[in-house]
């Protein structure tokens, strides 16, 4: 049970979940790829791809962490967003205050489906998320709900 099912209100459904991106595993996979490409190069360069490794592995865990323990949720009244572990980011709006969702998408973002939302609330409080799965999809149902209530 996660957090979004545990903070939900009497009535409250949730309508649509994403999570992170894969591609936060992309940096990882490089540096690794970089260690074993220093490791076939030979001995006298072997402790620069165990750098890379070891630089790969502590990125990958890091990764992982924040691949499992984030969040993204709308409900029939609320955006809910949860993201980190130790040091953790959350976001719990009524759709009744959001003002906008912006989504950022680079080329990459826009060829993998990925990228950064930024929901602006009431009061001009306003919080980017990064590396979203299906943003565009996150905001679309998030304006069905607001305007299904409206």
Same mark, same amino acid.
């Given at each position: 049970? %996660?957090?979004?099912?545990?903070?939900?209100?009497?009535?409250?459904?949730?309508?649509? $979940?994403?999570?992170?991106?894969?591609? #936060?595993?992309? &940096?990882?996979?490089?540096?690794?790829?970089?260690?074993?490409?220093?490791?076939?190069? %030979?001995?006298?360069?072997?402790? @620069? &791809?165990?750098?890379?490794?070891?630089?790969?592995? @502590?990125?990958?865990?890091?990764?992982?962490?924040?691949?499992?323990?984030?969040?993204? %949720?709308?409900?029939?009244?609320? @955006?809910?967003?949860? @993201? &980190?572990?130790?040091? $953790?980011?959350?976001?719990?709006?009524?759709?009744?205050?959001?003002? &906008?969702? +912006?989504?950022? +998408?680079?080329?990459?973002?826009?060829?993998?489906?990925?990228?950064?939302? #930024?929901?602006? %609330?009431?009061?001009?409080?306003?919080?980017?998320?990064?590396?979203?799965?299906?943003?565009?999809?996150? $905001?679309?149902?998030? +304006?069905? +709900?607001?305007?299904?209530?409206?």
């Amino acid at each position: 049970m %996660g957090y979004i099912d545990e903070n939900l209100m009497n009535g409250e459904q949730i309508i649509y $979940r994403t999570k992170l991106h894969w591609i #936060l595993f992309l &940096g990882p996979i490089a540096f690794t790829i970089i260690a074993f490409i220093f490791f076939a190069a %030979g001995k006298n360069i072997a402790p @620069v &791809g165990i750098l890379f490794f070891l630089i790969a592995i @502590v990125w990958a865990v890091s990764a992982f962490i924040s691949f499992k323990t984030s969040e993204f %949720g709308i409900t029939n009244k609320r @955006v809910l967003i949860k @993201v &980190g572990f130790i040091r $953790r980011n959350s976001l719990e709006t009524l759709l009744t205050k959001v003002e &906008g969702i +912006q989504v950022n +998408q680079g080329i990459l973002g826009r060829i993998f489906n990925y990228g950064t939302i #930024l929901i602006k %609330g009431t009061g001009g409080t306003s919080n980017p998320f990064h590396k979203i799965e299906a943003p565009m999809q996150f $905001r679309k149902k998030a +304006q069905e +709900q607001i305007a299904s209530i409206q």
